[in-house]
């Protein structure tokens, strides 16, 4: 007896997801291109940022008033990330949240299909830095979250070291040079 015909099946259009692949201290790293609002150079923080002085935050050094806006905050990568000093050349303005990230040089764009958990042995605040990680032909490379870069009570403590230092004026209204 014949078996009847099957049916093709149809297999699931493959999601690609374009990401910006990039250095700090020589670690490689990726992160959604969508979540990239706009990419300066790093010298550009030279009289449009604001110093940061609070020493609970090493990662934050800089506030960029952006766009009359509240204030960004610029983390830089290589404190966070625990890696070993280098010369940052970059800054990747961040869609949403209040965070900027100063990193090394960009590799290149490349399309990821898949997004692995990341493992349990990252079990304290670097769970929220990492959305997952995926394999290009580099190697296996983390995904940044980034929405954890900052996390509110840190946006709240910045935000107060900013008014403090600009005469108690709340942060959202600041509009002098910050040189």
Request: aromatic share 4%.
């Amino acid at each position: 007896m014949k078996a009847a015909p099957q049916a093709p099946v149809r297999g699931r259009a493959v999601r690609a997801e374009q990401v910006i692949v990039f250095r700090i201290g020589g670690q490689l790293l990726a992160i959604s291109s969508a979540a990239v609002q706009e990419i300066r150079g790093a010298d550009s923080l030279t009289g449009a940022a604001m110093d940061v002085t609070q020493t609970e935050l090493r990662k934050v050094r800089h506030a960029l008033n952006h766009r009359g806006k509240r204030p960004i905050y610029v983390v830089h990568g290589g404190t966070l990330f625990g890696l070993p000093a280098s010369q940052a050349t970059l800054v990747f303005l961040l869609r949403r949240g209040r965070a900027a990230l100063l990193v090394d040089s960009i590799e290149r764009m490349a399309a990821i299909t898949r997004l692995q958990a990341i493992p349990q042995a990252f079990c304290h605040e670097e769970r929220a830095w990492y959305r997952g990680l995926t394999v290009l032909e580099e190697g296996i490379v983390p995904v940044l979250n980034p929405e954890g870069l900052l996390n509110s009570e840190e946006i709240v403590l910045l935000d107060a070291t900013i008014a403090a230092e600009i005469g108690g004026r709340p942060a959202e209204t600041e509009t002098r040079p910050t040189a």
